[in-house]
Nanobody, 126 residues
């Protein structure tokens, strides 16, 4: 059974840090593009960051560039999102996703990913 299980969300003060983890089972992340998305109440799901499978290139949304870092550990079959200097506007449910994508991950929207984690709440207080 293909599964992505997230952990690491929580409540943090502005300026703080959190690290989200997403462990895969039932398949191997190696060879998949991986991404982190978030959805705030009343807003559409947006791509935060992704890593392309064919060249390992990374993408970050402008709003998180310089503060968030995406990574993967193929040996542990796990992906991560390190979030530093958190702001109240980062408050959202965060989702990990994985998909076999032929091109750079920047060309694919959230609905083109078929494998999703259950989501983890990140709340940043001011």
């Amino acid at each position: 059974q293909v599964q992505l299980v997230e952990s690491g969300g929580g409540l943090v003060q502005a300026g703080g840090s959190l690290r989200l983890s997403c462990a895969a089972s039932g398949f191997t992340l190696d060879g998949y593009a991986i991404g982190w998305f978030r959805q705030a109440p009343g807003k559409e799901r947006e791509r935060v960051s992704c890593i392309s499978s064919h060249d390992g290139s990374t993408y970050y949304a402008e709003s998180v560039k310089g503060r968030f870092t995406i990574s993967r550990d193929n040996a542990k079959n796990t992906m991560y999102l390190q979030m530093n200097s958190l702001k109240p506007e980062d408050t959202a449910v965060y989702y990990c996703a994985a998909e076999r994508l032929a091109l750079s991950c920047v060309y694919y929207e959230y609905h083109e990913y078929k494998n999703w984690g259950q989501g983890t709440q990140v709340t940043v207080s001011s």
